[in-house]
């Protein structure tokens, strides 16, 4: 397994390093500091498992840059790893394609939790983000798009942020059918991701 660290603090990458070499032991590390080399590294090592890239190193511009590194590299899953507090700014870049939202102020079994997950194809939103956007099961009558109850159980376990393997597990179904539901609900729904379908959620209480 190969991961690359992209943060212009040294002592800040040997500290994620470090809390990631207890859980994955075998793992191979890479190492940038700013927009530049994480671009080089990207380019030249193809088989990275995952990137964890600050959003504020030097070089970086927001999401045109993060857009950069899914244009040159779209097979190698992106975590956004930043102190950044703003939540609009948070659902922008996870709509923007990028597998996670890490916030450097997480517990290190959090953040370990969550490469988990974007190793595993899923992915990993802050509490920060998640909180806003869950609604209480409450059932309405007079919603825009009439769903299921299998349905509405399935977005609450998304907007729970379980992956589709705990989803499964909970639905006892199994995982290829649980992928099926899901991409039927984004084409019901008329979303492409699960923090598009969560603000669907928050603005019409689907549930």
Request: net charge negative; hydrophobic share 45%.
């Amino acid at each position: 397994m190969k991961m690359l660290i992209a943060d212009d603090h040294a002592l800040m990458r040997e500290a994620v390093i470090l809390k990631l070499q207890a859980e994955f032991p075998d793992a191979r590390f890479y190492e940038s500091a700013c927009f530049e080399d994480t671009l080089e590294q990207l380019q030249s090592n193809p088989l990275i498992d995952v990137a964890i890239i600050d959003l504020h190193m030097p070089g970086m511009q927001g999401i045109t840059s993060i857009q950069c590194f899914l244009l040159v590299k779209p097979e190698t899953p992106i975590a956004i790893f930043s102190n950044e507090q703003n939540t609009d700014l948070m659902l922008e870049i996870l709509n923007s394609g990028v597998q996670g939202f890490i916030p450097k102020t997480e517990a290190t079994a959090v953040i370990v939790k969550a490469i988990e997950l974007i190793l595993e194809g899923s992915r990993y939103i802050p509490g920060a983000v998640l909180a806003p956007l869950t609604v209480p099961a409450t059932p309405l009558e007079d919603i825009e798009f009439p769903l299921n109850g299998r349905q509405r159980e399935l977005i609450r376990y998304i907007c729970a942020g379980y992956p589709n393997k705990r989803i499964a597990n909970e639905m006892n179904l199994s995982l290829g059918t649980v992928k099926q539901y899901i991409h039927r609900l984004y084409q019901q729904l008329s979303v492409s991701s699960r923090v598009e379908l969560q603000n669907r959620v928050r603005q019409h209480a689907y549930l």
